[in-house]
């Protein structure tokens, strides 16, 4: 049984979503239990609470307050310590489930985290890893997406192999392949950070470790050319919102046209179908679920205007994580590398992200007709 | 008068593309002068070549070698001193033309731009600034696109100056607005070196030298928040190539499902025109023409895959800066700037760019059917 604890008050819509998100999850499922995190009248006031709770396997726990979107860091952490959000992340803690997922304020959540797991051994900062679809049809993985600037060719190093534990869990491809964000292909190019990484990640590669594809740039991530692109968490974050902006710009520009006039609506009606599936083929929903990768526990954060079939989706991420042992996937080879981690140490100690750091990575990329 | 000299050899196509857009340049611009620099022999291969020689405002200009797409920095500076490129800036250091435009090699024209021309008193390293389209119906100019990583603050106060100069010649808006890159809105997200070109930006906008939006983030760019994006070179580098990638698999999308069967084939048909105008909107060709800024004199970098509309539009740009006096405009900013630029010269010394930093800009961002 794959126990999963939800934050159903977190993100824009909160049990809105959250709640039928749920049913439609266990009916799916039928090896999961899900705990219900949430203030008991706000869960009240949704029409199919009484039926999700009736579920066998489900089970509401407390929490009296709930972390906004816009609460600061120091907000959520140290005056909301009784949120949705913490006593999700706390029921992981407590072994009661093997992984939390939330739609609520990403730094808010990373932070929570951060504080009730803690990061593993050999991991200094956890980050975020999400999917983007990619031109051959699969996804590309992508760590860091903005939990960590002025990250060391260590930190990258520590995504590299977190990003490899997560998708060997997921997709069952055991050697998945790992590119280098950088600005040009050669191993010459880039900063000194990036340089330094191209050396360490070579190494793993040799070690066994990882499968070091070497470097690629922005527009590999949606050609698919590695199954993974590790880069630091502001450049991710650029890419993430750049992305999401030429997306909502195309998609802008092609209903703007495709109004303009009579005639226009009406190839419109025509090309219905076919823009809808491209649309589906592109739909971030389908990608919704980003795991927070190098706590000791399991953590799953959903975009926060996620809806249900989306919020589902992360819930099956978190599942499919907690079933394959993501955990100890992570651990087993984040301990395998450790002497490529531990070599690393002789550079400048790490010094851990200040929580200020952390940022929304909540970049709806692949909406582009609505 | 303006002249302009155009690299004639420069690019994948070079003169098939140059001799028709050097022609076309010149019946547009009646207070125009070219000089076309290349080799007699492949200049006179082209049909049009006789035409364009006996115009009375273009002289051609010999040069016997060509640098290739392929050629490395080293190659172009030190080997091939007689290249149609370096010919070209040649004559812009000579006074001998106002602009030169080069469809080859960005990391080569900018390494001989900068050897021959030498950059401006207060600047450390010249940038590449282009633009993008965005939905506001304008474009945004973004810089640097990947001449220089590992900036400082200092390197992107010295962006934005140069970039507000340029697009105040260009589009004759005096005061731009300049947005900061960062992974938040916030003033205190970002990396070290972000939050301190933030304070910088700050003084520069009380100080009249600039006018500082404050951060934006990578979606910006398309929404076009600002007239000016102003980043490090390498997530300047990833944004663009980021949005290349996007652009393709929407397009390759678009194109798959258009050709699934008779139906959506005829569906194609019914749709095309309005899909023809939604890619003329982003028709990357149309903000051809990257400015290589900071430099004594005025050099802009074509997109190696031009065609001759394309390159049309990057003599176009070149004549316009000219024109409006870019180079002695970015001076006075400069110039004006200067307590700013000082005060940032207790910082750690500034290392000149290794030239095996430059890379290529040459993204083809807006192709996306085709």
Avoid: W
Avoid at 228 to 250: H, Q, R, Y
């Amino acid at each position: 049984m794959i126990r999963i604890a939800v934050d159903a008050m977190g993100g824009d819509f909160g049990v809105v979503v959250t709640i039928p998100a749920s049913l439609a999850f266990l009916s799916n499922h039928a090896d999961a239990e899900l705990l219900l995190v949430g203030q008991t009248p706000v869960l009240q006031s949704h029409a199919l609470y009484a039926q999700l709770l009736a579920h066998p396997r489900c089970r509401m726990v407390e929490a009296s307050e709930v972390v906004t979107m816009d609460d600061s860091i120091e907000i959520a952490l140290r005056r909301k310590k009784n949120s949705s959000m913490r006593v999700a992340v706390n029921q992981v803690k407590d072994g009661s489930a093997q992984a939390a997922v939330s739609a609520g304020n990403t730094g808010a959540l990373m932070a929570v985290a951060r504080y009730v797991l803690k990061t593993m051994d050999g991991i200094d900062r956890p980050a975020i890893a999400t999917q983007l679809p990619n031109a051959v049809g699969g996804a590309t993985t992508v760590l860091d997406l903005g939990a960590n600037v002025d990250c060391t060719e260590d930190h990258l190093l520590q995504f590299a192999v977190m990003g490899s534990a997560l998708v060997a869990a997921i997709s069952e491809n055991l050697t998945p392949s790992v590119g280098l964000l950088n600005i040009g292909e050669e191993a010459i190019k880039g900063s000194e950070v990036i340089k330094k990484a191209g050396e360490l990640l070579r190494s793993a590669s040799n070690s066994g470790d990882l499968n070091f594809y070497g470097n690629v740039e922005g527009n590999d991530i949606f050609k698919g050319t590695t199954d993974i692109v590790v880069c630091d968490g502001f450049v991710g974050n650029v890419a993430l919102k750049t992305s999401e902006g030429l997306a909502g710009m195309i998609g802008s520009f092609i209903k703007t046209e495709f109004s303009r006039n009579i005639f226009t609506k009406m190839a419109g009606v025509v090309a219905y179908p076919v823009l809808s599936a491209v649309k589906s083929r592109m739909d971030h929903r389908r990608y919704n679920g980003a795991a927070l990768l190098g706590l000791q526990g399991l953590v799953f954060k959903s975009h926060g205007s996620a809806d249900a079939f989306a919020f589902e989706r992360a819930l099956n991420r978190a599942y499919d994580a907690a079933r394959n042992s993501l955990l100890e996937k992570v651990y087993e080879r984040i301990t395998h590398a450790a002497p490529l981690l531990v070599m690393t140490k002789v550079l400048p100690a790490v010094v851990a992200v200040p929580t200020s750091y952390l940022i929304s990575t909540d970049a709806t990329v692949f909406a582009p007709t609505h």
